[in-house]
């Protein structure tokens, strides 16, 4: 159980190392195609996808087709191509970014399309986990085109640190090695925040001695669950603005999850317990670096105390409006939302014995509340999917099927160009397109986030030399996007006897180190230990005997792929 831990801790480290490091240095780096769209500050790009009413593509358009409506006010086409994407064939044909700066150039191309694959690891169980890893790895290979690029993302991860690369054997690679990375309904908890509820609010027994603290009974089970929902969201909310800042061009996030329940603030979590009171918010001290009150805790907080705060946090949090909010934000991000819930045609959405809460075990959830939980957390799915100007894979067995729906649709689209005669204000511009022909549909960019004039000013002074005057090098984006994340999960994750071999390789000062192999005896999951520190250069990148890499720069006390 402990390497099971392990691995679901260091987990996002793994995708986010093994996409951004795992790259073929040997193969020269292809010169991206020159876009084919304009970039004026008043120039649109609209990507279309029109289908017949059984949602089969429509193909055979033109530009007369087509009407484009932006606050209301009709738009001339200025450039007008349909794009029908073909996979790219042999992963070892796929010239793969060489670098941060390699990857967003890349991604910046009008047609190379952008796909995030979300792993809603919180909300997705192990049985699932392993039943959507044959069909995703088939349809990520069928539907990444030679000029796509694609990243993973899991809760845990900060979406500054995805990679975008085009093969698939990392992805293909990782979902076989973590067939099991679904979290939900395990019997035992694996995340020590969630164990810190579970030993605080143990389930008890109705009767004996223990009875008294019985009001607390359930109270872990949804802290752990609002917890686990939260995270979620926030990990969404931060993937949709990070994809604005990426491109203008759509960007399609495939999400694995098996909904959510958007809970809203509930005043009956703040009851005082017998065993617990009242709980209570941050204290607010002094802080004594700088003088000034603060609830920053300046020492270490009681288990028990920072239960009650997290429980007073948890009671008032609304994931209904922040799901709202995502909504809102994926819209000018101009980002559509593909959920796919590989449970398939689900019949019960809770178990029918939780266990993963000391304690006797609660009493089973009746039917009728767990029906309109199991059609709570579809619902959440197709109005992500709806709203987004997606599509959801609910309610079916044919997961296959479901994800080949998923390539037709991405796989053929028309890219329509425009000069808005909108104003540069800063503000959000609707934008409607329309099919003249009748019997079809058609999905398209809901709106635009306009530049302001300064925006535009600048950028036309400026010009290329303004920009090469602003960019960092690409030595320190690479190697601070990769320290960043390496190194954060080694302080989250390592095991007991990890912190000596960090400590150690630190204080060797310029030089490259690898970690003694009997400190990594307890944990068998950590592939190669690299410690870089001191250097006044980069990146450095050392190649291990296995073919792992790690880059780190200046600044940078140690870094560890697991």
């Not at 959000?428 to 999905?443: A, D, M, S």
């Not at 398209?444 to 010009?463: D, E, F, Q, V």
């Amino acid at each position: 159980m402990e390497g099971l831990r392990l691995e679901s801790s260091a987990l996002a480290a793994v995708l986010v190392a093994a996409a951004a490091l795992a790259q073929a240095p040997a193969q020269p780096p292809a010169q991206p195609p020159q876009p084919t769209f304009r970039t004026e500050a008043n120039y649109v790009r609209v990507d279309a996808y029109p289908t017949t009413g059984g949602g089969a593509p429509v193909t055979d358009l033109t530009r007369a087709d087509f009407e484009v409506l932006e606050g209301g006010a009709p738009q001339t086409i200025e450039q007008f191509e349909r794009v029908v994407v073909r996979a790219a064939g042999p992963q070892d044909t796929r010239v793969e970014p060489n670098t941060v700066r390699e990857s967003r150039a890349m991604a910046e191309q009008s047609k190379a399309r952008l796909f995030v694959l979300f792993l809603d690891t919180y909300h997705v169980d192990i049985g699932a986990s392993h039943a959507i890893r044959k069909p995703l790895v088939e349809a990520l290979d069928r539907v990444i085109g030679h000029d796509d690029l694609v990243a993973v993302m899991t809760p845990e991860m900060s979406a500054t640190d995805i990679a975008f690369a085009r093969r698939t054997t990392t992805i293909e690679g990782f979902l076989t090695r973590y067939w099991h990375w679904g979290d939900r309904d395990r019997e035992q908890l694996r995340d020590p925040q969630d164990q810190a509820y579970a030993d605080c609010y143990p389930n008890v027994n109705e009767s004996g001695a223990s009875a008294r603290c019985k009001d607390q009974n359930g109270l872990a089970a949804e802290l752990i669950d609002r917890r686990h929902e939260k995270l979620a969201l926030d990990a969404l909310e931060d993937l949709v603005r990070y994809l604005r800042t990426v491109r203008e061009e759509r960007k399609a996030i495939l999400t694995i999850t098996n909904g959510w329940l958007l809970f809203r603030p509930d005043q009956r979590l703040m009851r005082q317990l017998t065993c617990h009171g009242v709980p209570t918010g941050p204290p607010v001290a002094i802080d004594p670096r700088s003088g000034r009150l603060t609830t920053r805790e300046q020492t270490a907080t009681p288990p028990a105390a920072q239960c009650d705060a997290d429980r007073m946090r948890l009671a008032n949090i609304d994931n209904d409006a922040q799901f709202r909010d995502i909504l809102d934000e994926a819209n000018r991000a101009n980002a559509s939302f593909y959920p796919i819930d590989p449970r398939g045609l689900a019949a019960f959405d809770t178990p029918i014995v939780r266990r993963d809460v000391p304690g006797p075990a609660p009493p089973m959830v009746p039917p009728s509340v767990d029906m309109a939980m199991l059609r709570g957390r579809i619902n959440s799915l197709r109005t992500l999917a709806e709203a987004t100007d997606g599509m959801a894979i609910v309610n079916s067995n044919d997961l296959a099927g479901g994800l080949r729906r998923v390539v037709d649709d991405l796989s053929s689209y028309y890219l329509l160009g425009y000069y808005s005669t909108g104003k540069l204000d800063g503000r959000f511009h609707p934008i409607t397109v329309r099919i003249k022909r009748p019997g079809v549909n058609v999905r398209a960019r809901r709106g635009y986030l306009a530049a302001t004039p300064a925006a535009a000013t600048a950028a036309a002074r400026g010009g290329n030399s303004g920009a090469a005057a602003t960019a960092k090098p690409a030595v320190s984006a690479e190697a601070e996007a990769s320290a960043r994340v390496i190194g954060a999960a080694c302080q989250r994750s390592a095991p007991a006897n990890a912190p000596r071999a960090c400590s150690m390789a630190a204080s060797t000062s310029g030089s490259v180190m690898s970690q003694p192999r009997e400190l990594l005896r307890d944990a068998p999951n950590i592939v190669a230990g690299l410690a870089i520190a001191g250097f006044a250069a980069g990146p450095w990148v050392a190649t291990m005997s296995n073919g792992s890499r790690a880059i780190a720069s200046a600044g940078t006390s140690i870094s560890v792929i697991w």
